[in-house]
């Protein structure tokens, strides 16, 4: 039932403030992160834990980017972030100090199973995020943290993508608490920053009717490309990503700082280049640095449209069109950037007259290697 929406697409988007509540409902106690389903493992061998291989394919291996950079931050143990299929055929190395965390929305990934199976039979410890009760994934983990979505009927992922972050900087807290990497300040600060998330992407989604009017001048857009540093680097594939899946658009995500070796050789007048620009405030070091970028792309032609901190007045001059998210924390801007390039690809679908529940060739769930 789509409850009066046009798709299951715009639906969940929209459902993106309770995906993540809920997500976070029960898990945080006192301001403190409590996640019940990691107890057996005891506080003692998750704090020997000397490296994190996160395993996904899509939309969820984009979640494990942006965790990435907020478990190595706050828990400090190096994470790597790998494509289920390339991990499972490549002889990784495991070692019983590897914990392995697979994100799933379905559960049944058959490339991500596989990588899991694997990996347990090499000695690693495995936790998996799902949003699929009892599913395959989960099965054949050692723990899990459910991510409390709700059902994902669109095939493009949304809300399940926002909620496995959340999830993810659950564990990440978990993780600094146990391992005395953070102080209690820090952690109840960050816990904070988290429930304060789903009011902000609430904020975030007041954007659609602006992303609407972006959208009906691009529906002849050959190419789209996107540009993000940092954490914005993930949102930035991502933003291509739901591009591809959704309009059936060229669409590629770069990190900004690679602009100079090779992309910008793409930026010629007229191309739409979508920039996921960090905080003024919270970056302050990377935020002069993508102004920069901006303004090498302009210089050349690009139709660019920022995506910025609300009174980010640095990128006004230089973006054809500026679509705000709300004041976050460096490592939370993810959550909020995301929501206007979700919006984006259904709008600019929806448009050109698609199907944006049920994109050509591609199925929900993907059970085949
Ligand atoms: C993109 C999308 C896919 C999935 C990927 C993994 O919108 O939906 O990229 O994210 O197929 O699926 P799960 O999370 O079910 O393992």
Not at 277 to 288: C, T
């Amino acid at each position: 039932d789509k409850g009066g929406w046009s798709s299951f697409m715009a639906k969940e988007v929209s459902e993106q403030p309770d995906a993540v509540a809920n997500t976070l409902r029960g898990r945080i106690v006192d301001g403190v992160v409590v996640i019940p389903e990691l107890a057996e493992f005891g506080d003692e061998a998750l704090a020997r834990i000397r490296r994190i291989v996160i395993i996904a394919c899509g939309t969820a291996a984009y979640a494990g980017q942006v965790a990435k950079y907020a478990i190595e931050k706050w828990a400090k143990v190096p994470v790597d972030v790998e494509l289920s299929h390339e991990f499972r055929y490549r002889d990784p190395v495991i070692e019983n100090d590897t914990l392995v965390v697979s994100i799933s929305q379905s559960g049944e990934t058959m490339d991500t199973l596989m990588a899991v199976k694997y990996a347990r039979e090499a000695g690693a410890v495995a936790i998996s995020i799902c949003n699929t009760q009892g599913a395959t994934i989960p099965r054949e983990s050692n723990a899990v943290i459910y991510t409390h979505a709700g059902p994902e009927v669109a095939v493009a992922s949304t809300k399940a993508f926002v909620a496995q972050i959340a999830a993810l900087y659950l564990f990440a807290l978990h993780l600094a608490r146990v391992r005395g990497t953070l102080g209690s300040a820090e952690l109840l600060e960050h816990t904070a920053e988290l429930q304060a998330i789903p009011e902000k992407i609430a904020t975030t989604l007041l954007q659609g009717d602006a992303v609407r009017q972006l959208a009906t001048w691009m529906t002849d857009s050959r190419a789209v490309l996107f540009l993000g540093r940092h954490v914005g680097f993930p949102i930035a594939l991502e933003g291509a990503l739901k591009l591809k899946e959704l309009a059936y658009i060229h669409a590629e995500g770069f990190a900004a700082g690679e602009l100079k070796h090779g992309p910008i050789a793409l930026i010629e007048p007229g191309q739409p280049v979508f920039v996921v620009v960090p905080s003024p405030r919270g970056s302050a070091h990377l935020h002069p640095k993508v102004v920069s970028n901006i303004q090498e792309i302009r210089a050349r032609g690009a139709r660019v449209i920022v995506i910025a901190e609300q009174g980010d007045a640095a990128v006004l001059p230089f973006a054809d069109t500026v679509i705000h998210i709300p004041l976050a924390a460096p490592l939370f801007e993810p959550l909020l950037a995301v929501v206007p390039l979700q919006l984006f690809a259904m709008e600019l679908a929806t448009a050109k007259g698609l199907d944006v529940d049920q994109p050509r060739n591609l199925a929900k769930s993907v059970t085949v290697e």
